[in-house]
């Protein structure tokens, strides 16, 4: 299964962007899909998670109450709206399946290009 993550941009300090995360074949029920993000330099952070089964969702506590991660079965897309967002939040967002919340997949995980949300103070 094949994970394309889209929707970002650039926007103002406080405003919001809501971002997709596609699969392109079936979601098993344990998968969990997380979002994750980068920037240049630093290490890959967890920010969301969502069961596929049960919709039972995880957050970090540095985005908790600003942003939603929630899920379409019927179109087999996770979103990610982000709310309250902060010049912090800047970075390439990814998305990854895995079966623990918040846990990063293996060295030999195809990430893909990830969608960059840049916010501007």
């Known amino acids: 299964v094949q994970l394309q993550a889209s929707g970002g941009g650039l926007v103002q300090a406080g405003g919001s962007l809501r971002l997709s995360c596609a699969a392109s074949?079936?979601?098993?029920?344990?998968?969990?899909i997380n979002w994750f993000r980068q920037d240049p330099g630093k290490e890959r952070e967890f920010v969301a998670a969502?069961?596929?089964?049960?919709?039972?969702?995880y957050y970090a506590d540095s985005v908790k109450g600003r942003f939603t991660i929630s899920r379409d079965t019927a179109k087999n897309t996770v979103y990610l709206q982000m709310t309250s967002l902060k010049p912090e939040d800047t970075a390439t967002y990814y998305c990854?399946?895995?079966?623990?919340?918040?846990?990063?997949?293996?060295?030999?995980?195809?990430w893909g290009q990830g969608t960059l949300v840049t916010v501007s103070s």
């Open positions: 990854a399946r895995t079966t623990t919340p918040a846990d990063k997949p293996g060295p030999s995980y195809s």
């Open positions: 969502i069961r596929w089964s049960n919709s039972l969702t």
């Open positions: 074949g079936r979601l098993f029920s344990s998968a969990v």
